[in-house]
Nanobody, 116 residues
Framework: VQLQASGGGLVQTGGSLRLSCAASGSTFSSYAMGWYRQVPGKQRELVAS???????TSSDSVKGRFTISRDNAKSTVYLQMNSLKPEDTAVYHC???????????WGQGTLVTVSS
């Protein structure tokens, strides 16, 4: 699976962005998908995930502001980010996992910068 993330950029506090992660190379619908973010000097953290049945989880820091979704017909996972805060500034990576087979793939990341 190859993952291509896009949609990052510079936005003011309170603004919105939508990240996209397009997958190619295998059966997208079989993969659990996730968005992670990383700030230099800190560990990568889970932002939100969506399973093959559409069930979702998200971190407490983004609950009520970020929404993950997937479109299996387009082999794409999205992260809608609203009410952005400066602490959301990070490189956002998407991940595809097929847990039963131990397959795990990461995209290259897209930078989100939220100005105060």
């Amino acid at each position: 699976v190859q993952l291509q993330a896009s949609g990052g950029g510079l936005v003011q506090t309170g603004g919105s962005l939508r990240l996209s992660c397009a997958a190619s190379g295998s059966t997208f619908s079989s993969y659990a998908m996730g968005w992670y973010r990383q700030v230099p000097g800190k560990q990568r953290e889970l932002v939100a995930s969506i399973d093959i049945d559409g069930s979702t989880t998200s971190s407490d820091s983004v609950k009520g502001r970020f929404t993950i979704s997937r479109d299996n017909a387009k082999s794409t996972v999205y992260l809608q980010m609203n009410s952005l805060k400066p602490e959301d500034t990070a490189v956002y990576h998407c991940r595809a996992a097929l847990v039963a087979l131990g397959w795990d793939y990461w995209g290259q990341g897209t930078l989100v910068t939220v100005s105060s």
